[in-house]
């Protein structure tokens, strides 16, 4: 199983510019969410959804739009790219119940 | 706002020394989990412990969780150089899908 990925690893954006980070799980998680990590804040909650075409704002949202179409995929987009935006970003899944997350490797989004 | 607050927010111990670091909350929570960040990485699981649990066991981990004081700590044994990472909390409170996460404890064992 591959379990969480997410694309790009890396990526250099132009203020303004915009883009979409991409998460996939092939575990059947209905629980997905975006959380960005900053030094010093850990991890903040951007985003989540609790199955396909159900999403809901999480701590920052501003910013940022997401959709979920199916079960496996949760992408999420940077509509108008902001210096404030550089962060390193990841996608979790879990299924239903007190269990654990399943986190991607992340993407290093870069702003300038 | 983040739900979990660990402290110390950096330790730095030797090989074969035990490490404890802790979490505190807020609110009335479902259940604590630990996970760990290797650096460049996602988050693992390591541990989860539910709020009708005190203590928690595996391999050289040991969790505790005190409700009443809305806290719990995180004791990992015979540190090894491989146990350098960033250490995390994460509370579920009752109603919420997702687990809110603190800002973590950066450990460095050294050989």
């Known amino acids: 199983n591959a379990g969480v990925t997410q694309t790009p690893k890396f990526q250099v954006l132009k203020t303004g510019q915009s883009m979409t980070l991409q998460c996939a799980q092939d575990?059947?998680?209905?629980?997905m969410s975006w959380y960005r990590q900053d030094p010093g804040m850990g991890l903040r909650l951007i985003h989540y959804?609790?199955?396909?075409?159900?999403?809901d704002q999480g701590e920052v949202p501003n910013g940022y739009n997401v959709s979920r179409s199916t079960t496996e995929d949760f992408p999420l987009r940077l509509l108008s790219a902001a210096p404030s935006q550089t962060s390193v970003y990841f996608c979790?899944?879990?299924?239903?119940?007190?269990?654990?997350?399943?986190f991607g490797q992340g993407t290093r989004l870069t702003v300038v | 706002s983040q739900q979990g607050e660990e402290d110390p927010q950096a330790l730095s111990i030797q090989e074969g020394e035990n490490a404890t670091m802790n979490c505190s909350y807020k609110?009335?929570?479902?259940?604590l989990q630990w996970y760990r960040q290797n650096s460049g990485r996602g988050l693992v699981h390591l541990i989860l412990i539910r709020s009708n649990e005190r203590e928690k066991h595996s391999g050289r981990l040991r969790v505790t969780l005190d409700t009443s004081k809305k806290s719990s700590s995180l004791l990992i044994t015979a540190s090894r150089a491989a146990d350098t990472a960033s250490y995390f909390c994460?509370?579920?409170?009752?109603?919420?899908?997702?687990?809110?996460f603190g800002r973590g404890t950066s450990l460095i064992v050294h050989p």
């Open positions: 994460a509370t579920k409170e009752g109603g919420s899908y997702i687990p809110t």
């Open positions: 979790a899944s879990r299924p239903t119940g007190y269990t654990e997350a399943f």
């Open positions: 575990m059947n998680h209905e629980y």
């Open positions: 609110t009335s929570i479902n259940n």
């Open positions: 959804s609790v199955g396909a075409g159900i999403t």
